[in-house]
């Protein structure tokens, strides 16, 4: 688990690496600064589909 601080040194939040999926802002309980947080690797919307050959 990574533990995500805002530049006051407070905790905002604990998750691990895959658990944030876009992009989340959220206000530290300490100085009031508003964080945004984005997921390192971006995860596709959509899934591609299975490339099928013509007959």
Do not use: F, Q, W, Y
């Not at 802002?25 to 100085?31: A, G, L, V």
């Amino acid at each position: 688990m990574e533990n995500v601080r805002c530049n006051c040194g407070a905790m905002l939040l604990r998750a691990d690496e895959i658990a944030l999926r876009g992009t989340i802002e959220i206000k530290c309980r300490r100085c009031r600064t508003v964080n945004s947080i984005r997921p390192a690797r971006p995860t596709p919307d959509r899934h591609e589909r299975p490339r099928t050959r013509p007959e």
